[in-house]
């Protein structure tokens, strides 16, 4: 939860410093290569390789400090 929270407040601080960002949040292609990258860093940092092959979260969810999946 710890790299989680931080890693949210990195993209805000991305999103506020370059609004133009924002809409890549909504494109489909963008956050599945997002995600590709996302998972092998956390494949490597944990050992496991269980994570889901897309992302099914909302941009807002993702960005939301208090959201943690179950």
Known sequence: QITIKEQRKEIAYDLKSTPSLKPFLNDVEWM????GKARGIAASETGL??????CIWTPEQILDQGFFPE
């Open 49 to 54: 390789d269980s994570f889901l092959e897309s």
């Open 32 to 35: 599945a290569m997002v995600w």
